[in-house]
């Protein structure tokens, strides 16, 4: 793992192509009013937006995580993040499963504020004038690194007016090109009333779905500039890489599965195409050297590395039916 090689290279670029682990046929995302996303080049081709940056990102985070130990995965112990509790102690959430990050409603519109204004008292000198991003990266990086590569908007005018925000360093999408449609569908069906109220979820309901075939590939976009422009040690840099360069690894070994009909692997070379001469770790390398990397960088962290978060919900907004709730963020790049 030469990390020299990266020293005067603004981007990591790495794109893999990848096959249905059975069959052809593939599901790609939906969008609400669009349906599929599908466009076409400029010299005719029929392309598909398979998976996107967001829901990359999500995934990337996934895989970090150990569900059946609720904790994180094993090469990774010692990160810090900010896990949620309920009153009585139950886990809730964590900021390595949510998809805003820190900037989760349920670490940050708690009625605790315990967290809260510890940010809040941590990020103060950027109440006025320009943000100073060493700083609000160097608080990040102390609460949960994770942040400085999927990006954050921490969108709350307490918080130096609602301005800190940081893009994604770490981006993937995957998409399809030379595509055409497979239709298919299928009936709900109901043995017991075939003629019922499907609007209440009777009777036989047929349906109809559009599935793809085409040559997909997923594209990797390390930022290194954006990372190395923290003004960051060396040992921390390197960590943040690392953790980058395992992300795309595991999710290339365990983050296939999309969705049921959208099951993939690897069919070919995982290519660096930029620079030249620069090589992808291989996973069993980085869960090796993670560990001694973490422990570099422990007097840059919380302590306890873990920050726990009492969850109270708050009073929210009334909706239609008087109930409290809150309005549910559309899925959109919130660190753009």
Not at 50 to 74: F, H, I, P, Y
Not at 141 to 168: E, I, M, Q, S, W
């Amino acid at each position: 793992m030469d990390m020299s090689k990266l020293e005067n290279e603004p981007r990591i670029l790495i794109e893999v192509p990848l096959k249905p682990v059975q069959g052809t046929r593939f599901q790609p995302t939906g969008f609400p009013d669009l349906g599929a996303a599908t466009y076409q080049t400029a010299d005719g081709r029929q392309m598909l937006l398979v998976e996107s940056a967001q829901s990359m990102a999500n995934r990337m985070e996934t895989v970090c995580w150990d569900e059946g130990k609720n904790d994180l995965a094993e090469p990774l112990t010692g990160l810090p993040y900010v896990v949620v509790k309920d009153e009585e102690g139950a886990f809730v959430t964590n900021s390595m499963l949510e998809s805003h990050r820190i900037n989760s409603p349920y670490i940050l519109e708690s009625e605790d504020k315990t967290f809260f204004n510890l940010l809040q008292g941590e990020l103060d000198a950027m109440k006025k004038g320009a943000v100073d991003v060493g700083k609000l990266a160097r608080t990040l990086l102390k609460y949960d690194p994770n942040t400085l590569l999927h990006g954050v908007f921490l969108a709350k005018k307490d918080l130096a007016g609602g301005r800190l925000r940081l893009p994604r360093a770490l981006s993937a999408f995957i998409e399809a090109t030379n595509v055409t449609v497979a239709p298919s569908g299928g009936v709900k069906m109901d043995h017991v009333d075939p003629q019922g109220d499907a609007k209440k979820g009777f009777g036989h309901v047929p349906f109809h779905r559009d599935e793809y075939t085409g040559d997909i590939k997923v594209y990797f976009n390390i930022d290194v500039s954006q990372i190395r422009g923290y003004g960051f040690e060396k040992e921390v840099e390197d960590l943040i890489l690392m953790l980058a360069f395992y992300k795309i690894r595991k999710t290339l070994k365990d983050g296939l599965r999309l969705r049921t009909a959208c099951d993939l692997e690897i069919s070919g070379n995982v290519t660096v195409t930029r620079p030249d001469g620069f090589s992808l770790p291989e996973l069993d390398e980085l869960e090796q050297k993670l560990p001694a990397a973490i422990i570099a960088c422990e007097g840059q962290f919380a302590s306890p590395s873990i920050t726990e978060v009492l969850y109270k919900p708050g009073k929210g907004k009334k909706g239609k039916k008087g109930q409290d709730e809150e309005q549910e963020e559309p899925e959109i790049d919130d660190t753009e």
